[in-house]
Antibody
Framework: EERLLESGGRLVQPGGSLRLTCEAS????????MNWVRQAPGKGPEWVAN????????YYVDSVRGRFFISRDNANNSLFLELNSLRVDDTAVYYC???????????????WGQGTLVTVSS | IHITQSPSSLSASVGDRVTITCRTT??????LNWYQQKPGRAPDLLIY???NLQRGVPSRFSANGSTTHFTLTIRDLQPGDSATYYC??????????FGQGTKIEIK
């Protein structure tokens, strides 16, 4: 069974840091672009960042660029998101999501984890 | 690129046909996807590339459009279709944006 499992979310104070992990199983992780998408309470999803199969290209939404850093470990089928200088408005459920990475459906997200909650509050 | 999705909510009966619209501020060709999200769950991919049905999605769902105007249509509405639906563009390089969502309630 194809699966994504996020972990690492917790309560953190403004200005703090956190590292989220997404463990992939049941598919060839190294063949796919991977995404982080977040969803604040009661709001719609917001695409946050993605990373190429080999980790060479990385993209970020403007609001997190320079504060968040995406990385991956293909040997261990893992995706990471390092969150720094956290702000109250970073509070959200953070999902990792797989890009099909084929010619037709690239740019979509066809497999999602269950999400991990990051709460930024003093 | 910003997306305007409408309506923000709608109420319809079992068996009805409903249509949701997304408009983008720039030409995204056919790089537009649709998702369904139920409370407490991650979004599920319904449609990719503006009109392609994701594997396992019922044929009651259909979508079309290009450039800046896109629609998702659900015919023969079922109780299980109660959810919030989002469009998302994936044109060119990221960042990619989602629409604001359309919440469908079944009467």
């Amino acid at each position: 069974e194809e699966r994504l499992l996020e972990s690492g979310g917790r309560l953190v104070q403004p200005g703090g840091s956190l590292r989220l992990t997404c463990e992939a199983s049941g598919f060839s992780f190294s063949r796919h672009w991977m995404n982080w998408v977040r969803q604040a309470p009661g709001k719609g999803p917001e695409w946050v960042a993605n990373i190429r199969q080999d980790g060479g290209d990385k993209y970020y939404v403007d609001s997190v660029r320079g504060r968040f850093f995406i990385s991956r470990d293909n040997a261990n089928n893992s995706l990471f998101l390092e969150l720094n200088s956290l702000r109250v408005d970073d509070t959200a459920v953070y999902y990792c999501a797989r890009d099909p990475s084929d010619a037709v459906s690239a740019g979509s997200a066809d497999l999602w984890g269950q999400g991990t909650l990051v709460t930024v509050s003093s | 690129i910003h997306i305007t999705q409408s309506p923000s909510s709608l109420s319809a009966s079992v068996g009805d046909r409903v249509t949701i619209t997304c408009r983008t501020t720039s030409n995204v060709k056919v790089y537009l996807n649709w998702y369904q999200q139920k409370p407490g769950r991650a979004p599920d991919l319904l449609i990719y590339g503006a009109s392609n049905l994701q594997r396992g999605v019922p044929s009651r769902f259909s979508a079309n459009g290009s450039t800046t105007h896109f629609t998702l249509t659900i015919r023969d509405l079922q109780p299980g279709d109660s959810a919030t639906y989002y469009c998302q563009h994936c044109f060119n390089i990221p960042p990619w944006t989602f629409g604001q969502g359309t919440k469908i309630e079944i009467k």
